[in-house]
């Protein structure tokens, strides 16, 4: 990919974003309520496909045009680019671990958007300590049987297809050898008990599911092997990481875009805002977190792109850009005053929206954990 | 039916646009360039008289820097089949560019040729309408709706009284107004299967033509500042005004 098909690329998206999007995130969001007729859009962009490999019918873009992407449409509404995110993140895991059956099977049709879903890890008892699911599946002939509960699982009830993590050893010793990945699509068995509301991120359906007795063909356990579930859900988490960590990006450009033309227009004393000293200081500091979480994402995908170990970039990406955006979008709510307080503003969103970053995809308490780790791990005394 | 299509890279409408400090044109250093809107419409049109069947191919061609090969990847991506660049770093006038179209449409022999009324960088509004004269060929500029059928163009214009309807024979010359249709967008896989189509890149002289400029820029400004209005307490001191200041009524 070269920078003028990027440039093509953001422009084509950009166009989308101001024609299609802006006028309509607003309210959207205010009823929460699935953008159905942007998803189609998606689907005809291709976004679906976005990093699925071009022999599959994806795009293949690197992550860093990714990354791009996922910051530009964050920037109108972060919550769109959860409908693919996870959704690439489950593909992904069939791409690097999947059988050349289940390749063939599921991407073609992951990359349209004909079957979109996600991940299926988190339970009510465990997010953080994934190795503590309690979610079994159990072999009977050419079946496994799988009952559990997980939660917070984004694309729930709109998607059809997830990438489920079970234990099918819950006495495996380490904990992990004894867990699972498969892909479940919905079917008897298969539920979902509940939307769940939320503080923001609206728009997109994050669901309870509910498994009783759920039959799962064996040929849609990932790789066709047991025990390699944890390695596969590990394995995306730093792609998941630059995501998470672009959104974050676009959340704290949104905030200083509308501080940076509020503050022009607002006047007290005589003069705009933005000739007050407290603002510019705000102002300044808004700037340079933009711009510092952008080059950490650069960064990190630069690296995941090259092949390289990139756990501790992601990380700092994640912890960083994610951090930029709550801070970002609160200094944007002050600077808009009282109105910043008002639904009439988009900025009371993005403060709404952004501790998501902060929690999603490991916690910011665990990336800062994970950062620590390599720096001892890459500098043994 | 081939039909050919103009596009022209100009600064994005985006773009708030400044004048150089030594008046002799505006900034384009670092600015967002984009495909001309009006050329945008003349694509889709094109694309979609050949999704009916009309048309069956449609060389997309644009003349001017290397860059401009980007606007021609993106005609591509709307659904050019081909494409044709005529390279030249010159400064290029409306009757030079019209020039260089006579020449591709002698190579190329199309049934038809649609370019937008005006590119929104100098709002000229000459080039298709010089094209047209130089071939010999009948125009409808303005167009906001194009039927092709037996051998003939029905064009309705927009014309200042309202909307005029007429007929032209093939080959032809149509300009695009705003209201001919909503170009569609350009979607990723799209630009991924542009990069595989073919684009030929030409210099003026093996087309025989001399772009050098005929008409010389002497200055160019900002445009004046408008003044701040005033408020006007109620009706009878905006008709006082009027009258007394303004001078109108
Ligand atoms: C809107 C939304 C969408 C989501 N989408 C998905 C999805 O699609 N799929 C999915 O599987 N999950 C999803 N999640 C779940 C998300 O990944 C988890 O909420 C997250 O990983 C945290 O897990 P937890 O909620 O169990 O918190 P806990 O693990 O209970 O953590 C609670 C607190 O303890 C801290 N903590 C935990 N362990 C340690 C430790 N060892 N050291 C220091 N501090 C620690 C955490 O940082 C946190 O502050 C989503 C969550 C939300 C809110």
Same mark, same amino acid.
């Given at each position: &990919?070269?920078?003028?098909?990027?440039?093509?690329?953001?422009?084509?998206?950009?166009?989308?974003?101001?024609?299609?999007?802006?006028?309509?995130?607003?309210?959207?969001?205010?009823?929460?309520?699935?953008?159905?007729?942007?998803?189609?859009?998606?689907?005809?962009?291709?976004?679906?496909?976005?990093?699925?490999?071009?022999?599959?019918?994806?795009?293949?873009?690197?992550?860093?045009?990714?990354?791009?992407?996922?910051?530009?449409?964050?920037?109108?509404?972060?919550?769109?680019?959860?409908?693919?995110?996870?959704?690439?993140?489950?593909?992904?895991?069939?791409?690097?671990?999947?059988?050349?059956?289940?390749?063939?099977?599921?991407?073609?049709?992951?990359?349209?958007?004909?079957?979109?879903?996600?991940?299926?890890?988190?339970?009510?008892?465990?997010?953080?300590?994934?190795?503590?699911?309690?979610?079994?599946?159990?072999?009977?002939?050419?079946?496994?049987?799988?009952?559990?509960?997980?939660?917070?699982?984004?694309?729930?009830?709109?998607?059809?297809?997830?990438?489920?993590?079970?234990?099918?050893?819950?006495?495996?010793?380490?904990?992990?050898?004894?867990?699972? &990945?498969?892909?479940?699509?919905?079917?008897?068995?298969?539920?979902?008990?509940?939307?769940?509301?939320?503080?923001?991120?609206?728009?997109?359906?994050?669901?309870?599911?509910?498994?009783?007795?759920?039959?799962?063909?064996?040929?849609?356990?990932?790789?066709?092997?047991?025990?390699?579930?944890?390695?596969?859900?590990?394995?995306?988490?730093?792609?998941?990481?630059?995501?998470?960590?672009?959104?974050?990006?676009?959340?704290?450009?949104?905030?200083?875009?509308?501080?940076?033309?509020?503050?022009?227009?607002?006047?007290?004393?005589?003069?705009?805002?933005?000739?007050?000293?407290?603002?510019?200081?705000?102002?300044?500091? &808004?700037?340079?977190?933009?711009?510092?979480?952008?080059?950490?994402?650069?960064?990190?995908?630069?690296?995941?792109?090259?092949?390289?170990?990139?756990?501790?970039? =992601?990380?700092? =990406?994640?912890?960083?850009?994610?951090?930029?955006?709550?801070?970002?979008?609160?200094?944007?709510?002050?600077?808009?005053?009282?109105?910043?307080?008002?639904?009439?503003?988009?900025?009371?969103?993005?403060?709404?929206?952004?501790?998501?970053?902060?929690?999603?995809?490991?916690?910011?308490?665990?990336?800062?954990?994970?950062? =620590?780790?390599?720096?001892?791990?890459?500098?043994?005394? | 039916?081939?039909?050919?299509?103009?596009? @022209?890279?100009?600064?994005?409408?985006?773009?708030?646009?400044?004048?150089?400090?030594?008046? /002799?044109?505006?900034?384009?250093?670092?600015?967002?360039?984009?495909?001309?809107?009006?050329?945008?419409?003349?694509?889709?049109?094109?694309?979609?008289?050949?999704?009916?069947?009309?048309?069956?191919?449609?060389?997309?061609?644009?003349?001017?820097?290397?860059?401009?090969?980007?606007?021609?990847?993106?005609?591509?991506?709307?659904?050019?089949?081909?494409?044709?660049? !005529?390279?030249?770093?010159?400064?290029?006038?409306?009757?030079?560019?019209?020039?260089?179209?006579?020449?591709?449409?002698?190579?190329?022999?199309?049934?038809? !040729?649609?370019?937008? $009324?005006?590119?929104?960088?100098?709002?000229?509004?000459?080039?298709?309408?010089?094209?047209?004269?130089?071939?010999?060929?009948?125009?409808?500029?303005?167009?906001? @709706?194009?039927?092709?059928?037996?051998? $003939?163009?029905?064009? /309705?214009?927009?014309?200042?009284?309202?909307?005029?309807?007429?007929?032209?024979?093939?080959?032809?010359?149509?300009?695009?107004?705003?209201?001919?249709?909503?170009?569609?967008?350009?979607?990723?896989?799209?630009?991924?299967?542009? @990069?595989?189509?073919?684009?030929?890149?030409?210099?003026?002289?093996?087309?025989?033509?001399?772009?050098?400029?005929?008409?010389?820029?002497? $200055?160019?400004?900002?445009?004046?500042?408008?003044?701040?209005? !005033?408020?006007?307490?109620?009706?009878?001191?905006?008709?006082? $005004?009027?009258?007394?200041?303004?001078?109108?009524?």
């Amino acid at each position: &990919m070269n920078t003028a098909e990027e440039t093509q690329i953001l422009d084509a998206i950009g166009k989308w974003l101001e024609r299609d999007v802006r006028p309509k995130a607003r309210e959207l969001e205010k009823k929460d309520e699935y953008p159905e007729q942007m998803v189609e859009q998606m689907k005809a962009f291709g976004l679906f496909g976005a990093t699925i490999p071009q022999e599959y019918g994806g795009l293949g873009l690197s992550s860093a045009t990714y990354a791009k992407i996922v910051a530009q449409i964050s920037e109108v509404w972060m919550s769109l680019t959860g409908i693919f995110n996870s959704h690439l993140i489950m593909a992904a895991a069939v791409a690097r671990y999947g059988t050349r059956a289940q390749k063939e099977k599921f991407l073609p049709r992951f990359a349209s958007g004909e079957v979109r879903g996600g991940l299926a890890l988190t339970e009510p008892d465990c997010g953080t300590d994934l190795q503590a699911i309690r979610t079994r599946a159990v072999k009977q002939g050419g079946h496994y049987v799988v009952n559990g509960t997980k939660t917070w699982i984004s694309n729930g009830i709109k998607g059809s297809c997830f990438a489920l993590l079970v234990k099918t050893d819950p006495e495996a010793k380490p904990r992990h050898k004894g867990m699972t &990945m498969f892909l479940a699509e919905k079917g008897p068995g298969f539920r979902v008990s509940k939307k769940l509301e939320k503080l923001g991120y609206k728009g997109i359906d994050s669901a309870e599911l509910i498994f009783e007795d759920f039959r799962i063909p064996a040929e849609n356990l990932v790789g066709g092997e047991e025990g390699k579930g944890f390695h596969h859900a590990i394995g995306g988490l730093e792609l998941g990481r630059i995501n998470v960590a672009a959104r974050g990006v676009g959340v704290a450009n949104a905030a200083l875009k509308d501080a940076v033309a509020y503050s022009q227009v607002r006047k007290t004393f005589g003069k705009p805002i933005c000739e007050h000293q407290a603002i510019q200081l705000k102002l300044g500091e &808004m700037a340079t977190r933009c711009e510092a979480a952008r080059l950490l994402v650069e960064n990190a995908a630069r690296a995941y792109d090259a092949g390289e170990r990139c756990d501790m970039e =992601a990380g700092m =990406a994640k912890y960083f850009a994610s951090e930029a955006a709550l801070e970002n979008s609160i200094e944007a709510v002050r600077i808009h005053g009282g109105y910043g307080y008002s639904t009439e503003f988009n900025v009371e969103r993005y403060y709404r929206d952004a501790p998501l970053m902060c929690i999603g995809e490991g916690t910011n308490e665990m990336q800062r954990i994970i950062i =620590a780790r390599q720096l001892i791990a890459r500098n043994p005394a | 039916m081939k039909a050919l299509v103009a596009v @022209k890279r100009v600064i994005d409408y985006n773009v708030k646009v400044r004048v150089k400090a030594d008046g /002799t044109g505006v900034e384009t250093a670092n600015v967002k360039m984009s495909m001309n809107p009006f050329d945008e419409i003349a694509v889709e049109e094109a694309v979609r008289l050949k999704e009916a069947g009309v048309v069956t191919e449609i060389v997309a061609v644009s003349a001017g820097v290397q860059a401009c090969q980007e606007t021609l990847r993106t005609a591509l991506a709307i659904g050019a089949d081909r494409a044709i660049l !005529v390279e030249t770093d010159a400064e290029l006038q409306p009757l030079a560019v019209a020039k260089l179209l006579k020449a591709l449409c002698e190579k190329e022999s199309p049934q038809l !040729v649609i370019l937008g $009324k005006q590119a929104i960088d100098d709002d000229a509004n000459q080039t298709g309408q010089m094209l047209a004269a130089l071939l010999g060929w009948p125009q409808a500029t303005f167009a906001s @709706k194009v039927k092709v059928e037996d051998g $003939k163009a029905t064009v /309705t214009r927009e014309v200042d009284g309202g909307l005029e309807t007429i007929a032209l024979k093939l080959p032809a010359v149509v300009t695009t107004d705003l209201r001919l249709n909503e170009p569609r967008y350009v979607t990723l896989p799209n630009i991924m299967k542009a @990069k595989k189509k073919s684009l030929e890149n030409l210099k003026p002289d093996a087309l025989g033509v001399d772009v050098k400029p005929r008409l010389a820029t002497l $200055k160019v400004v900002e445009p004046p500042k408008r003044k701040a209005g !005033v408020k006007v307490p109620d009706a009878k001191a905006l008709v006082e $005004k009027l009258r007394n200041e303004a001078k109108v009524i």
